[in-house]
């Protein structure tokens, strides 16, 4: 065994190597790094903290780990005011709180933000070492001077390229500090002090309360500019901005959202709804994009509709987005919500009990020129209307992103070879490293899942197998623009119709990325997949007997199968005999089939990194896909 640390600054490496082909168990001293924790840093998991026994570790035959021996991640900012206010930091202003953001209290202030930043829902580094915190940019909002700022927040890491956030600060005095932190805690900050000053104030976040969310809502209105440190803050409406404002003469009261996740939503009297993005890139934004060209250019009625936008231009690149302005679409919630509820009900149907379901097709294809079965009209019910309709909803939503052949950024595009060979290289690599994974951490999962995926690296050849097939037959479809994240989560359920949001695209890949053309039947796996996982998610929340699993696994392949053919006809009917949908059935299987093999291998990576309990989700997936006939 050999164990040894290797420091940089202020970092410090723990490197374990097993020179046996043995397993092996050793005991370190780690005292002198008591209190910390080692991270391994393939995995970003996290080991017990160091305390003052020695610590114990088993490497497999020629294992080898590397742990970065981190500080525990202080405990988030609890619901209750009196909790919040005893654990925030104080910041030594150099005069007016504006010291904290340009003045001589910036540096104190950027050393709190590397501690707070990364425990925010929407910080997206998470698996990331922080190490440094800048204020790059302070922006005036008309309508908000003095009182609040938008800040640009330059997030430096251990490794990689750094990630700029936005982050608007506000100040309250002393007799306002209170009840700010007991009716928003989790925006509080640091509480602010003057030399002198026994009095404190408090900086926190300024989307809790409601004004500096009207001032951005005014700047967008009436077409503001504010001058930044390094640009110009633009507010600007579209043309459906006065019919979903409604009468100026009501105001609009502001609610911040708690449902979102990588950004913030603020909901203004269930006429208007600001999304305000929280990681900012220069470029243009797709749900700006795709938002504005299917509000003006297109008469698909399913969306929030764009209203307005607030960009920050520079002299020199393209704009920021820093917001955007939708129409508030009535809901019921998400159709994740509506397909685990109506699950729920499913796995309790009478006409499952003693019975076994019957076998579809294999091929998803075929199976989507069935008619459902008696059985599954019956047990079913109304979420086949439901996946009928959404796969209607998909076909139209594509439809009309591909309806102008004279706007470059949407015009349809044959695939030519080389965008085929693009293709095959980017999930051939993501195979690859998705494989490799697996096979690193195929021990150390759940006891019930590891059959599977030993089944899975053994078919690691027919993946390559089935990859390079796809790049063998020349594709005759068009490539066009697509949601790019698309799955039962980024769709509103209305009560009787399905409303699809989120343009933004999967929020770890690049801008330019996201807005790529791509194969169509992408986003149609993406859905098929979210049912499967809606499938499972619902049959974990049961309480179910052991000897009754097999039986219920067996009827939620049922559930998926009959859902997944119902949504993909209805799709493919809708359709019809568009450029972006190939009429060669042997073309069709092919790209469908692979589009699925993309998302689950993408889905098996995020399982064993973050959820290994749902990996056999994935894996079920794969083996579906890859087994031979």
């Given at each position: 065994?050999l ?25 370190l ?7 910390l ?11 017990p903290?160091?305390?003052d ?18 500080p525990r ?5 609890q619901?209750?005011g009196a909790?919040a ?9 150099a ?11 910036k ?25 440094t915190?800048t204020?790059?940019?302070v ?6 001077e ?18 700029t ?6 100040y ?5 500090a ?13 509480w ?17 309360p ?10 967008i ?8 440190g ?13 019919r ?10 502001a ?6 996740q990588?950004?913030?939503s603020v909901?203004?009297?269930e006429r ?32 929030a509709?764009?209203a307005?936008?607030?960009e920050?231009r ?14 508030y679409?009535?809901?019921q919630?998400?159709a ?15 006409e ?26 019956k047990?079913?019910?109304?979420y086949l ?15 009309a ?11 349809p ?16 690599g993501l195979?690859?490293?998705a ?9 150390k ?15 690691d ?8 097939a796809f790049?063998?037959h ?6 066009i623009r ?10 509103l ?9 989120d343009?933004e ?8 990325e996201?807005?790529?053309k791509r194969?169509?039947m ?5 859905m098929?997949?979210?049912?499967s ?13 052991p000897e ?20 993909l ?36 990576r ?10 056999r989700?994935?894996?079920r997936?794969?083996?579906d ?5």
């Amino acid at each position: 065994m050999l164990a040894y640390v290797r420091s940089y600054e202020s970092e410090q490496i723990l490197c374990v190597a097993n020179l046996s082909r043995f397993l092996q168990a050793l005991e370190l001293d780690l005292t002198k790094w008591r209190g910390l924790v080692p991270v391994e840093l393939f995995s970003s998991n996290e080991m017990p903290v160091i305390g003052d026994n020695p610590y114990f570790l088993t490497l497999g035959p020629h294992a080898f780990y590397w742990f970065a021996m981190q500080p525990r991640a202080a405990a988030s900012i609890q619901s209750d005011g009196a909790q919040a206010a005893a654990v925030l930091p104080e910041v030594r202003l150099a005069g007016g709180w504006e010291s904290a953001l340009a003045g001589g209290a910036k540096e104190r202030f950027e050393s709190v933000l590397v501690r707070y930043i990364p425990q925010r829902r929407w910080f997206a580094g998470k698996a990331r070492r922080v190490k440094t915190a800048t204020i790059s940019d302070v922006i005036t909002v008309p309508g908000a001077e003095n009182y609040a700022y938008l800040t640009s927040v330059v997030i430096g890491y251990a490794d990689g390229d750094p990630d700029t956030y936005m982050l608007p600060i506000a100040y309250a005095n002393p007799a306002e500090a209170s009840h700010i932190i007991e009716r928003w805690p989790h925006a509080a900050i640091a509480w602010a002090r003057n030399p002198g000053e026994e009095a404190r104030g408090l900086l926190y976040d300024a989307l809790g309360p409601a004004n500096f969310a009207e001032a951005m809502l005014g700047s967008i209105a009436r077409h503001k500019r504010a001058a930044g440190g390094a640009g110009t803050l633009v507010g600007s409406t579209t043309r459906a901005f006065a019919r979903l404002r409604g009468p100026e003469t009501v105001r609009l009261e502001a609610q911040l959202s708690i449902a979102e996740q990588s950004n913030n939503s603020v909901i203004f009297g269930e006429r208007l709804m600001l999304k305000v993005f929280r990681r900012l890139e220069e470029g243009v934004n797709p749900e700006l994009e795709v938002g504005r060209f299917l509000t003006e250019n297109t008469n698909f009625s399913q969306i929030a509709p764009l209203a307005g936008t607030l960009e920050y231009r520079r002299p020199t690149g393209e704009p920021v987005s820093i917001a955007i302005l939708q129409g508030y679409v009535p809901n019921q919630g998400d159709a994740w919500q509506h397909t685990l509820n109506t699950v729920a009900h499913y796995f309790n149907a009478p006409e499952l009990v003693g019975m076994q379901p019957p076998t579809l097709p294999r091929s998803l294809l075929e199976a989507s020129r069935l008619e459902p079965s008696e059985l599954a009209v019956k047990a079913i019910g109304g979420y086949l209307d439901s996946a009928r309709l959404l796969g209607r909803r998909t076909a139209e939503l594509h439809a009309a992103l591909s309806s102008d052949p004279t706007d470059p950024g949407f015009a349809p595009e044959r695939i030519s070879p080389l965008d085929q060979r693009s293709i095959y290289q980017s999930i051939s690599g993501l195979s690859m490293r998705a494989i490799d994974l697996l096979r690193t951490q195929v021990n150390k999962l759940p006891a019930e899942a590891k059959e599977e995926a030993r089944k899975v690296l053994e078919l690691d050849s027919r993946i390559a197998y089935m990859l390079k097939a796809f790049l063998a037959h020349r594709l005759n479809t068009t490539r066009i623009r697509v949601h790019g994240d698309y799955h039962l989560g980024q769709v509103l359920y209305t009560g009787h119709d399905f409303v699809i949001i989120d343009f933004e695209g999967e929020p770890t890949r690049s801008l330019y990325e996201r807005r790529l053309k791509r194969l169509a039947m992408r986003d149609v796996a993406g859905m098929l997949r979210s049912f499967s996982y809606a499938s499972q998610a619902a049959l974990r929340s049961q309480e179910i007997a052991p000897e009754r699993l097999p039986e219920l696994h067996a009827w939620a392949r049922f559930w998926v199968d009959s859902v997944s053919a119902v949504f993909l006809r209805s799709y493919l009917t809708t359709a019809g005999n568009a450029s972006w949908v190939s009429q060669n059935q042997d073309d069709l299987e092919l790209q469908l089939s692979t589009m699925l093999l993309e998302k689950a291998l993408y889905e098996l990576r995020y399982e064993l990194n973050l959820r290994p309990d749902w990996v056999r989700i994935p894996l079920r997936g794969i083996l579906d896909l890859v087994t031979p006939p």
